[in-house]
């Protein structure tokens, strides 16, 4: 059975600055309108917006009475017309010992710099132009854990934060550790990633992955925390 490293290498952030511009994201505000009870001026129609003058930390004044707006950040890789823009492999690998069936997680850990740490996560990534989420997910799992795993059921598309453009499909794989595939799995990793793939037994999950962070200095990531702690409630 492949056991879980713990990861010795550590990432250092040399400086943050503020830019303008990136290849990956950028910034936006939509304006919207807003209708309450006691608004008399709200209209369907859409007006002409101009350029707002804004005040020196960059919010735009003279906005009418039942206009707003939110900032937000958007991917510049992905459609924005694609209800699903990212997957999420929910992989649970198993395999049998002495006539019973061993459950386990399938959750990568890698550096992420907005929050200086190292994170357990599922395996996921954005899809390909014109790939499906299912398609997404299995490879996503095959790149980032060497797994080949099986289709069980996807959810409807998710927004992942208010922030941004991001939203995802979580999938439901099935991983056969036994099947001849899946023996000795290996990763194939983009030259800029770094990623450790991990298996964590269901059984006292939620523990085993706090026990690797008290060890790693690691994280857990919000949705991995959230989907274990609502199953343990």
Wanted: a negative charge; charged letters at 20%; one cysteine or more.
């Amino acid at each position: 059975m492949r056991q879980n490293p713990v990861p010795t290498s550590s990432s250092v952030i040399l400086r943050r600055i503020s830019i303008e511009k990136s290849p990956w994201i950028k910034l936006e505000r939509i304006f919207y309108r807003d209708s309450s009870s006691n608004d008399d001026n709200f209209s369907d129609h859409c007006d002409h917006f101009e350029s707002f003058m804004c005040d020196e930390d960059g919010s735009p004044l003279n906005l009418g009475n039942n206009i707003k707006y939110w900032d937000i950040f958007s991917r510049n890789t992905v459609d924005p017309s694609v209800t699903s823009n990212s997957a999420t492999a929910l992989a649970f690998c198993y395999t049998r010992r002495s006539g019973d069936y061993i459950f386990y997680l399938s959750v990568v850990e890698q550096f992420r710099p907005s929050v200086n740490s190292k994170t357990l996560e599922f395996p996921s990534g954005i899809c390909d132009r014109d790939e499906s989420v299912t398609r997404c997910a299995l490879r996503e799992l095959k790149e980032e854990t060497g797994y080949t795993g099986e289709l069980l059921i996807n959810s409807p598309n998710l927004p992942t934060s208010v922030l941004g453009n991001d939203n995802t499909c979580l999938v439901t794989v099935m991983v056969n550790m036994d099947s001849e595939v899946n023996l000795n799995p290996v990763q194939s990793l983009e030259p800029t990633e770094n990623i450790t793939s991990h298996i964590f037994p269901l059984n006292n999950l939620l523990q085993n992955l706090k026990q690797h962070c008290n060890k790693s200095g690691s994280k857990i990531a919000d949705n991995l925390y959230r989907n274990i702690y609502s199953v343990k409630i």
